[in-house]
């Protein structure tokens, strides 16, 4: 088996997915008790989420000019305890996917440097070997020219 097959990153990954759940939770359940996060984080998200729903719902049923009344408050800070949880999971997930991303983004990288460098290698030993080569053609060459320059004795 190929040790590089399953990281232990995307094992730690699959962990804090899995543990953004619980923490999405119990942020909700402090952002239900605090009037701070209830009146200034949940509620403005929950009573614009309403309206965009239902305006999107009156125009699909033919009904343009409608008013949308505003959610109650605990509706309103129960959606938007939903909604908070939803978006720290979104946001959870999508650091897991730039990690990832990153990740892999950095191993191509390195990859590729590996093989920029094998390659630049092998150009470099393809250059000495030919200048190997053309030295070696021109000491043939050479010894020809001294054959054939050679007087052979004659025959008698």
Known sequence: ?????????????????????????????????????????????AQLYHWIEMRTKMRIMGFRGATIKPLNEEAAAE???ELLGEAIIFLIGGGCMVLEYSRQATNSRRKEDELNATITELQTQIAEL???????????REVNRLLVSFPTPSKK
Request: some cysteine; aromatic content about 8%.
């Open 130 to 140: 030919t200048l190997t080569t053309e030295t070696l053609d021109a000491q043939l």
């Open 1 to 45: 088996m190929v040790v590089g097959a399953f990281p232990i990153a995307k094992l730690l990954y699959l962990g804090v997915r899995q543990m953004s759940k619980p923490v999405a939770n119990r942020i909700k359940a402090g952002a239900r008790r605090s009037e701070f996060f209830k009146n200034y984080i949940c509620l403005p998200p």
């Open 79 to 81: 959606l938007g305890a």
